[in-house]
């Protein structure tokens, strides 16, 4: 009676084995491959593509995270520094993107205008102000004044010709008189060579 009562119990646990294996067989058929393990599943996941910095300062913090070598780096910010100095638009800071602003650009470069002496009359002023003669000092602020007050007006004619010739161009884009102004102002202002981006056209150069 024992003999026969282990072969049941034998044949019982054979049974058991088959049908578990069978069961494996079928849900691993049923999907076509195994259960993926945690850690394999989240290497294989893909999110979006992030979209292109907007600014250096976002382009280095992702370098910086990416772990890339400092040639890289300088690499790096040595092309977008020249294409942002071409006019690749997007390459640009936010406030010179756009079509608009491009020909408000060409509209002052192609002008020779008084404010570009704007920073060397600042410096000659710090310079006259730290001599010890008054009557240097005198001359220095009475000439400054007059110089002041020219680039003024001629700011605000550059201004206005400016605004009329960018709603000449883009009838259907919102111009806003006073950003175009001030905008202008603020590129004839600065030292040519030291624009950015670069000029495209030269002083005497007849726009569209």
Do not use: C, H
């Not at 602020?141 to 201004?159: N, P």
């Not at 006073?178 to 030291?194: M, N, P, V």
Request: glycine share 6%.
């Amino acid at each position: 009676m024992r003999f026969l009562r282990r072969n049941s119990d034998d044949t019982a646990a054979t049974a058991t084995e088959a049908t578990d294996e069978v069961a494996e067989s079928t849900r691993t058929a049923g999907k076509g491959r195994p259960t993926p393990k945690r850690r394999e599943a989240q290497g294989r996941r893909t999110g979006p593509v992030p979209p292109p910095p907007r600014t250096q300062r976002e382009a280095f913090k992702r370098m910086r995270g990416n772990k890339v070598s400092k040639e890289e780096r300088r690499a790096a910010a040595t092309e977008r520094r020249q294409r942002m100095m071409a006019g690749e638009d997007k390459y640009l800071l936010p406030r010179d993107r756009g079509p608009v602003k491009a020909y408000i650009r060409d509209l002052v470069d192609s002008r020779r205008n008084l404010m570009g002496l704007f920073m060397p009359l600042a410096i000659l002023v710090f310079v006259a102000l730290l001599t010890p003669s008054l009557a240097v000092q005198r001359y220095a602020t009475l000439a400054t004044t007059f110089m002041l007050l020219a680039m003024v007006i001629e700011g605000i004619v550059l201004g206005r010709l400016v605004t009329k010739r960018v709603r000449a161009k883009f009838p259907t884009e919102p111009i806003k008189g006073l950003s175009i102004g001030w905008y202008s102002f603020i590129r004839a202002s600065q030292i040519r060579k030291l624009r950015v981006p670069k000029p495209r056209v030269k002083p005497g150069d007849t726009l569209k």
